[in-house]
């Protein structure tokens, strides 16, 4: 693994929380068999932190909050 993709790991806690749950990934990016920039698109997909997930939640949100003002009307 590179030094800047280990740098890259500290910084970011999400990634590294998901290093450590899923040891496979260390060695699938020793041997150069994935990217830091796949392993990234994965732990955004498995965190829901993509940009469509973070809409959907806002839009859940709102749902949630007039269907509150509904009621209390």
Do not use: G, H
């Not at 500290?10 to 040891?23: A, M, V």
């Not at 732990?43 to 509150?68: A, E, G, Q």
């Amino acid at each position: 693994m590179r030094l800047n993709d280990q740098i890259n790991f500290k910084e970011n806690n999400n990634n590294y929380l998901l290093l450590k749950e899923n040891s496979y990934y260390i060695k699938a990016l020793n041997r150069q068999e994935m990217d830091y920039k796949t392993f990234v698109n994965e732990m955004k997909i498995k965190y829901k932190n993509r940009t469509t997930d973070k809409i959907n939640k806002v839009i859940d949100n709102m749902d949630l909050i007039s269907s509150v003002l509904d009621i209390l009307k």
